[in-house]
């Protein structure tokens, strides 16, 4: 192991230099990644400098998500308290399904989600679990909202019709768990949205409204906070009326930016919160934890037992069944993902998680403010996002953020919402400051101006703006 930790420790220190010399590490081609990257796997044992060396080419080639040129996923950033705690949790490597196996990392767990159902404005009724990301705590909503429909389902599976509503701005698994949980992708309702992205309260009550009398059985709403292009936030509280008029599940999947709860300043985003039965957020996005620590809370515990519990006497060996996770659980084996959450939290207090939050909304009122006031872009994101949206020169984003990255220059996406296509820089990264903003739009300046194809992309749009005008 000490051998290990000295490989770990050398590799550690060459990323960091690197990093600070290169903050995009160099484009590597899919089509040539096995010319690339020494990645064979041999009879023989391989020599210890050989191991290392292909250790460490396979690291420096890696993207690097922490840097101050990454801006393309909604996580990033590096945060020294919170990756303490995740070497520790793999050192350890604890098993979180019972307190046999977990032992006071069980109360670490227990102790972040009661913290956070507190905050919610919940009663101690309330309670959660973590999850292997978005998606899962997506699916669990989903199945707890279906078991809570029509109890039997667990015993003799879906009998009925069952509906689900979600904004057409909402995340991709809403479909895909539908199909998991036997509801049928072809029982989602998209819900279309307002110029902000945020879903029609109103087309929702209809959609309903409409499926009882046609004898489906609405079983859940997906109201999100954060959705993933726009970074938009749907009317918690107006929603909440609709599902409680029609007794529907109410979930919030607030893996992207649910993590508001966090900020007195920015949690009226999320008015109504304590309303619904079901919250996710993911900590390592907003918060900065590392991938993966996903959080689900629901208001009524019950709901856990009835959906995940399923006794195993050669599992379950102590009569300690709150400290017992697996029984809260859709998972069996779980990794430790509370532990890096915990140090997070325990170094900085609540207080600093708010800073942490608080900044990013600075960072995207830094890019927004830049983007109207140069005439060269155009601004398609609002005010209280950490998703700036815009294109520049009426280049096609995706031209521009494609050759970034292939030319190891900055890490940065585009998206879509109606009929405009845009580069999306996420503001996500709480230790970037204003300045790292501003580099990036001159660095994307920069290669604009001296790139060719970029640039004659530019002078072809122009013309044709300028026939279309005429015309």
Same mark, same amino acid.
């Given at each position: 192991?000490?051998?290990?930790?000295?490989?770990?420790?050398?590799?550690?220190?060459?990323?960091?230099?690197?990093?600070?010399?290169?903050?995009?590490?160099? +484009?590597?081609?899919?089509?040539?990644?096995?010319?690339?990257?020494?990645?064979?796997?041999?009879?023989?044992?391989?020599?210890?400098?050989?191991?290392?060396?292909?250790?460490?080419?396979?690291?420096?080639?890696?993207? @690097?998500?922490?840097?101050?040129?990454?801006?393309?996923?909604? +996580?990033?950033?590096?945060?020294?308290?919170?990756?303490?705690?995740?070497?520790?949790?793999?050192?350890?490597?604890?098993?979180?399904?019972?307190?046999?196996?977990?032992?006071?990392?069980?109360?670490?767990?227990?102790?972040?989600?009661?913290?956070?159902? %507190?905050?919610?404005?919940?009663?101690?009724?309330?309670?959660?679990?973590? *999850? $292997?990301?978005?998606?899962?705590?997506?699916?669990?909503?989903?199945?707890?909202?279906?078991?809570?429909?029509?109890?039997?389902?667990?015993?003799?599976?879906?009998?009925?019709?069952?509906?689900?509503?979600?904004?057409?701005?909402?995340?991709?698994?809403?479909?895909?768990? *539908? *199909?998991? $949980?036997?509801?049928?992708?072809?029982?989602?309702?998209?819900?279309?949205?307002?110029?902000?992205?945020?879903?029609?309260?109103?087309?929702?009550? @209809?959609?309903?409204?409409?499926?009882?009398?046609?004898?489906?059985?609405?079983?859940?709403?997906?109201?999100?906070?954060?959705?993933?292009?726009?970074?938009?936030?749907?009317?918690?509280?107006?929603? $909440?009326?609709?599902?409680?008029?029609?007794?529907?599940?109410?979930?919030?999947?607030?893996?992207?930016?649910?993590?508001?709860?966090?900020?007195?300043?920015?949690?009226?985003?999320?008015?109504?919160?304590?309303?619904?039965?079901?919250?996710?957020?993911?900590?390592?996005?907003?918060?900065?934890?590392?991938?993966?620590?996903?959080?689900?809370?629901?208001?009524?515990?019950?709901?856990?037992?009835?959906?995940?519990?399923?006794? *195993?006497?050669?599992?379950?060996?102590?009569?300690?069944?709150?400290?017992?996770?697996?029984?809260?659980?859709?998972?069996?084996?779980?990794?430790?993902?509370?532990?890096?959450?915990?140090?997070?939290?325990?170094?900085?207090?609540?207080?600093?998680?708010?800073?942490?939050?608080?900044?990013?909304?600075?960072?995207?009122?830094?890019?927004?403010?830049?983007?109207?006031?140069?005439?060269?872009?155009?601004?398609? $994101?609002?005010? %209280?996002?950490?998703?700036?949206?815009?294109?520049?020169?009426?280049?096609?984003?995706?031209?521009?953020?494609?050759?970034?990255?292939?030319?190891?220059?900055?890490?940065?996406?585009?998206?879509?919402?109606?009929?405009?296509?845009?580069?999306?820089?996420?503001?996500?990264?709480?230790?970037?400051?204003?300045?790292?903003?501003?580099?990036?739009?001159?660095?994307?300046?920069?290669?604009?101006?001296?790139?060719?194809?970029?640039?004659?992309?530019?002078?072809?749009?122009?013309?044709?703006?300028?026939?279309?005008?005429?015309?």
């Amino acid at each position: 192991m000490k051998d290990s930790l000295s490989i770990f420790n050398e590799i550690v220190q060459n990323l960091l230099a690197d990093e600070d010399r290169k903050p995009v590490a160099d +484009f590597v081609a899919s089509g040539k990644l096995f010319e690339t990257i020494d990645l064979d796997l041999t009879d023989q044992p391989t020599p210890k400098e050989e191991f290392k060396k292909a250790l460490q080419d396979l690291v420096l080639k890696t993207p @690097r998500t922490a840097t101050d040129a990454f801006f393309n996923q909604l +996580f990033g950033g590096r945060n020294d308290k919170a990756i303490l705690g995740d070497l520790l949790a793999v050192m350890l490597n604890n098993s979180m399904y019972t307190y046999k196996a977990a032992g006071p990392m069980v109360g670490v767990e227990k102790i972040i989600l009661r913290k956070v159902c %507190d905050m919610i404005g919940w009663d101690d009724n309330a309670n959660g679990t973590f *999850a $292997s990301g978005g998606s899962m705590t997506n699916f669990m909503s989903m199945l707890m909202a279906r078991d809570a429909k029509t109890p039997d389902t667990p015993y003799e599976g879906v009998q009925g019709k069952m509906t689900v509503y979600t904004s057409s701005e909402s995340h991709y698994s809403i479909p895909k768990n *539908a *199909a998991f $949980s036997g509801i049928g992708r072809d029982n989602v309702r998209y819900i279309p949205v307002d110029q902000f992205g945020r879903m029609n309260v109103l087309e929702l009550d @209809r959609s309903i409204a409409k499926d009882i009398a046609n004898g489906f059985a609405p079983t859940l709403v997906n109201a999100t906070a954060g959705t993933t292009v726009l970074g938009a936030f749907d009317d918690i509280l107006e929603i $909440s009326r609709v599902c409680s008029n029609h007794s529907v599940w109410l979930h919030v999947d607030g893996a992207y930016c649910g993590s508001v709860l966090f900020s007195k300043k920015y949690k009226h985003l999320i008015k109504g919160i304590e309303k619904v039965d079901s919250f996710s957020f993911n900590a390592h996005k907003m918060i900065g934890t590392p991938l993966t620590c996903s959080l689900l809370l629901v208001k009524d515990k019950k709901h856990l037992y009835n959906s995940f519990s399923n006794d *195993a006497s050669y599992l379950y060996q102590t009569d300690h069944d709150d400290f017992n996770l697996g029984k809260t659980s859709l998972q069996c084996g779980r990794r430790n993902d509370a532990l890096k959450f915990w140090t997070l939290w325990k170094s900085v207090g609540t207080n600093g998680l708010e800073k942490i939050i608080d900044q990013q909304f600075k960072l995207a009122t830094v890019a927004s403010e830049y983007v109207r006031n140069h005439p060269d872009y155009t601004l398609y $994101s609002f005010d %209280d996002t950490i998703s700036v949206c815009f294109n520049y020169k009426n280049i096609p984003a995706r031209d521009i953020c494609t050759a970034l990255y292939e030319h190891s220059k900055l890490l940065v996406g585009y998206g879509t919402f109606k009929e405009d296509e845009f580069i999306r820089l996420v503001t996500i990264n709480a230790q970037n400051a204003p300045e790292t903003i501003l580099n990036f739009f001159k660095i994307l300046e920069e290669f604009v101006e001296g790139n060719n194809e970029l640039m004659a992309l530019e002078n072809s749009n122009t013309q044709n703006n300028f026939k279309t005008a005429n015309n």
